[in-house]
């Protein structure tokens, strides 16, 4: 379910028309709905209601906009960080630092030193070298880093494989039968607080099959390490519940995740994490834009659109689906393939679709984009940096300003001895 409908023949963000801020704000813009961000929040919150001790950690990868993150603070959201960068943005959105958990293959010596500076919850550990090497920083400081260790449970997640992180090639956490020896090593460090284990397999996963064997392993992980003498507090079990992109695609409801949660961890006695970031963004959120041509071609027309894969990547990246909807369809459809104005053939949306007739000049959205979008926009071609809206009822606020072309060009220099 989303906040993007049809009221008298036009789409609306709630009870604000598209076209409205399609005319005040321009094109291509993303358009968030602030109920929906809540609604989403709140649902994946109630499905876990029969668990014990919950701790929600919102993926802020997936949409990381001020605004969003202050919605999500609102509903006693922490935030799950992949960067000194994300971390900033949790904390200027009023997200309390021992709510943030800290992931990421690639942490640097410096934000692991930022993490402790900034007194955050968790960080989640990827391999044993960032453990012994957060466990000297902290050390050094008197400190102990409260962490638990990322384990690669080698799990197929069913998801495209550039968004999967749960198999043994993946870069992803310790291997699931390394971990006991490399839990036993980084718990003797003075400068950590070594108190469970996290994992996470992918994202935009459709089933709960490869998640529940995930949890299984991570609960048979947890016997051999309580059995070997170890505290056990905390279990992350990461995000990835995925959205419908698509008709028929049906991913596993909020209350039958958290039933399968609470059947397999009934036992586990300790505090349980989570990282949602699709489930809570994907469909509070529409790529709005407008058609520049239909262009005659030997086969299907194209539908070029001001919006191009600078602006949303996952079509070219992952070959992702997005519905695509006129704001005002006059009830006639045709076959088309839509595509942007990047000089790539990847800038490409879809191909041979059944869409709205739509002509020159019409406004048009990309639906289910509100995770995974505007934050992996660019400016390649010198485009300017897509606009984020947040609707709000009858009422919107730009909560992105689009960043024109000219003030990035503006950033870069011409060394005088290229002048001379
Ligand atoms: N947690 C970790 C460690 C991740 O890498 C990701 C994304 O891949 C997420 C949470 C969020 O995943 P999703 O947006 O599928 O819920």
Redesign the pocket.
Known sequence: MDDFRLKDGEFYAEDVPLSRIAEEVGTPVYVYSRAGFERHARDFREGLKTCARVHLAY?I??NPNLAVLRVMANAGYGA?VVSGGELERALAAGMAAKDVVF?GVGKTRAELTQGLDRGIGQFNLEHEAEGVALSDIAAGRGERAPCVLRVNPDVDAGTHAK?S?GKAENKFGVAIADAPAIYARLARLPGLDLRGVAS?IG??LLSLAPMEATYRRVGALLADLRAAGHRISHVDL????GVTYRAGETPPSDAEYGAMVARVTRDWGVALMF?????IAGNAGVLLTRVLWVKPSPGNPWVIVDAAMNDLARPALYDAWHDFEAVSPSGERFVANIAGPVCESGDTFAKGRKIDRVADGDLAIFRTAG?YGATMASTYNSRDLVAEVMVDGGRYAVVAERIPAARIMAEEHVPEWLTA
């Open positions: 993926a990868k997936a799950d992931s968004i992180t996470h994202s935009q990461g995000g990835g519940l990282e949602p970031g699709r489930r995770a």
